[in-house]
């Protein structure tokens, strides 16, 4: 199967997951933030986000599994796919317990990280911290048997199971809400699943990848689990990096502004939906310039980095726009007047701060593939200790919406230092013209908000029609004109309209990127 067919395969099963998780998304926070106080909703939204820090103990080593196993299978290596796979779970079981020690100290320290939460709330934000904290621990080391899913770019499994384990888990917490469920309960449902979910990876890996990937203690080796730790090593750095990046926002507003804590969730998780749709999209480019990119020149790796990003850029523009300028129409119609007259504003600033963060990861995605992230981390580290430092000062002086100035800032520096440094050192695999980079993939593509800028003066925030009803046509139009004229080639127009008319519009995307 050509490399370019498994792209398409692999962006149409996250297509198919991040499709469920959205519509289940646009399910459960209505009900959370109508059947909870907005003090009860903040220690929930506080719950998922330390359970969602177990996942960054991976260090890498799922990615590492998914690069390694497609690099070992393109040339039949077995055992050693099977070795990577053992050497990683060994692994991850080392980090899961350093997962427990934390959830623990966390859990012990709510009063003191989160001063400003009601008194009423403490006891249960600490066995929600517990409950679904441990069950996320338990489960981390099993996700390296679904990395091997995705080394293989077998995407049938891990689709039926991440958009099963959804369904059930949601609908679950929404009978639970439905029957007025408290906080505790609703983290034990979430621990369940976790559990389940995680029972169900290693027996999908036993039915269907046994043959090809093997696991056995007897096949944890120092050597691998050297190389394994070499490799993740810098890809923890850029954990770390993304956790003091995005991950921490939330705790910081808890710590700061607790008041505010749950409609910064909100607007969270608003922006999230176009973070989730464009790492669908463009995720399974890593594995498959992984199985490929030894046999492709530095030039031909460039090539393609230009124009998966312009690509990238211009559905990111096409996402944002929406986001952006009808925050408070789409919050209120989401969740409500009250919350979308609180999060309008978040979620306006942390579009544009990870809209512009998104315009570099089809380079990152691609630096990761061909092994040079130690030459790209300093852009990582840079943005999180800008991030964090502007989040935590401006928060004490302007309340939560500094957090999101922090992130905003943040992107700029790591977009800026991919640029100015990263592609400089990476040249000799990935030949990026930056002069090229720009205009093609960055300025070409965001030609498309120009007749968002014109509008803007006469946009109404908090209204439910931010202008009238023939600009917002004409705004439409004309956006989605640019972006079809300039932000594609004659070749790719014709190839988009081809697959429109065949029902295949996924193929659209990367017919016309020609290098793979």
């Not at 350093?98 to 008194?119: E, K, N, T, Y």
């Not at 008041?259 to 498959?288: E, Q, R």
């Not at 990476?426 to 093609?440: D, G, L, N, Y």
């Not at 309209?497 to 995307?509: C, D, M, Y």
Request: proline content about 4%.
């Amino acid at each position: 199967m050509s490399h370019k067919r498994k792209i398409l395969q692999g962006s149409a099963s996250n297509i198919a997951k991040i499709t469920l998780t959205m519509l289940v998304a646009l399910v459960l926070p209505p009900l959370l933030v109508h059947r909870m106080a907005p003090a009860e909703y903040s220690a929930w939204v506080l719950i998922l986000q330390f359970s969602a820090y177990i996942n960054l103990l991976d260090l890498g080593l799922q990615t590492a599994v998914g690069k390694f196993v497609a690099e070992y299978d393109a040339v039949g290596n077995q055992i050693a796919s099977s070795r990577i796979l053992s050497n990683s779970f060994a692994i991850l079981c080392m980090s899961a317990l350093v997962g427990a020690v934390a959830i623990g100290i966390v859990s012990w320290h709510v009063p003191q990280l989160f001063h400003q939460m009601p008194a009423a709330f403490v006891g249960d934000l600490r066995q929600g911290i517990l409950i679904v904290g441990l069950s996320t621990v338990l489960a981390l080391p099993f996700g390296a048997f679904l990395a091997a899913f995705t080394g293989l770019q077998k995407y049938g499994f891990p689709t039926f199971l991440a958009t099963s384990s959804k369904l059930l888990s949601s609908a679950a917490l929404v009978g639970l809400l439905l029957m007025n469920g408290n906080l505790i309960q609703l983290a034990w449902i979430m621990a369940v699943f976790n559990v389940a979910t995680a029972a169900a990876q290693f027996f999908g890996w036993a039915r269907y990848l046994r043959d090809r990937v093997g696991f056995s203690l007897r096949l944890i080796d120092r050597e691998t689990a050297a190389r394994l730790a070499k490799y993740g090593s810098v890809l923890s750095t850029w954990t770390i990096a993304a956790l003091l990046t995005s991950g921490l926002d939330i705790v910081i507003v808890g710590h700061y502004d607790y008041k505010n804590t749950g409609y910064y969730g909100i607007a969270a998780s608003a922006t999230n939906f176009m973070l989730l749709i464009i790492t669908s999209v463009f995720g399974p480019l890593m594995p498959a310039v992984s199985s490929m990119h030894s046999g492709r020149t530095s030039s031909q790796i460039g090539e393609l980095v230009i124009k998966v990003t312009r690509y990238c850029t211009l559905l990111i523009c096409l996402l944002g726009l929406p986001l952006f300028f009808g925050a408070y129409p789409l919050l209120k119609f989401w969740v409500g007047h009250s919350y979308a007259m609180r999060s309008a504003l978040f979620l306006e600033v942390l579009v544009l701060g990870n809209a512009i963060r998104m315009m570099g990861y089809p380079y990152a995605l691609v630096v990761v593939a061909t092994g040079k992230q130690h030459l790209a981390t300093i852009a990582a580290i840079a943005e999180a200790f800008v991030n964090v430092t502007v989040s935590v000062y401006l928060v004490q002086t302007i309340g939560a919406v500094g957090v999101a100035i922090g992130t905003f800032t943040g992107a700029f520096v790591t977009l800026g230092i991919h640029l100015a440094v990263s592609m400089r050192l990476t040249r000799s695999t990935i030949q990026v013209p930056r002069r090229r980079f720009v205009s093609e993939a960055v300025l070409r593509p965001l030609s498309c908000v120009i007749p968002s800028m014109l509008l803007f003066p006469f946009w109404k925030r908090s209204t439910m029609l931010p202008a009238g009803l023939p600009w917002l046509v004409l705004w439409i139009f004309f956006t989605l004109g640019i972006a079809w004229i300039i932000g594609l080639n004659s070749a790719e127009r014709h190839s988009f309209t081809e697959a429109l008319f065949h029902w295949r519009g996924q193929r659209a995307i990367f017919n016309a990127a020609d290098p793979l």
